[in-house]
């Protein structure tokens, strides 16, 4: 089976911009939440989508927001980009909400911001 | 607040030397204790989730063991493959969420 997958894998925005980052997670797996790691620190939580409902949000500004479509596929978006937001951004899912489950990684998507 | 602390920052092994990396946390309610691994420029891979205190589990090289307070990653006979940045979370009772440490960075010399 597929594992998580995030596309793309890397790319470059100018201040400002807005960028979208997708994730497919694997099969059979209905919960989905996204994750920042900033170089040398550890992924830092985003948000958490279930039965394509947003189930939890962390100490993110609102230029942050995602979604979760019907294939359990999810989306996340950042609007005007900062400096700051340069970071690997993590996609993670699992079978069930969470508890009790393997939570498996994606391999993320390197976005630079000038 | 929710917090977990790893130790050391960085760690220098020789191929066969064994050691154990720490992972200590402070959550209201665990739900689970996870392990990672990740390479440069990677993902974290699932290695292990502990769900109680005295609780155990073990692959290939590697042992994870948790009390209420601190989890234990023991890694026996490393070799050079086993170089990567070992990440410990938590994940708190009620919450969907991990919580990370900022991981320990082994590198096994030959």
């Known amino acids: 089976d597929a594992g998580v997958t995030q596309s793309p894998t890397h790319l470059i925005k100018t201040r400002g911009q807005h960028v979208t980052l997708r994730c497919s997670p694997i099969s059979g797996h209905k919960s989905v939440s996204w994750y920042q790691q900033v170089l040398g620190q550890g992924p830092q939580f985003i948000f958490q989508y279930y039965e394509k409902e947003e189930r939890g949000r962390g100490n993110f500004p609102d230029r942050f927001s995602a979604r979760q479509f019907p294939n359990y596929s999810s989306e996340l978006n950042v609007n005007a980009l900062l400096l700051g937001d340069s970071a690997l951004y993590l996609c993670?899912?699992?079978?069930?909400?969470?508890?009790?489950?393997?939570?498996?990684f994606g391999e993320g998507s390197w976005l630079t911001v000038v | 607040e929710d917090q977990v602390t790893q130790s050391p920052e960085a760690l220098r092994l020789q191929e066969g030397e064994s050691s154990s990396l720490n992972c200590s946390y402070t959550v209201s309610g665990l739900r689970g204790l996870f392990w990672y691994r990740q390479d440069p420029g990677k993902g974290p891979e699932f290695l292990f989730t502990l769900y109680s205190a005295g609780e155990e589990k073990e692959k290939e090289r590697l042992k994870a063991t948790l009390t209420k307070k601190e989890s234990f990653l023991h890694i026996t006979a490393p070799k050079p493959e086993d170089s990567a940045t070992y990440l410990c979370a938590v994940q708190p009772t009620g919450f969907q969420k991990l919580v990370f440490g900022t991981g320990t960075r082994l590198l096994v010399s030959p």
């Open positions: 993670a899912s699992s079978r069930v909400d969470g508890s009790g489950n393997t939570i498996y």
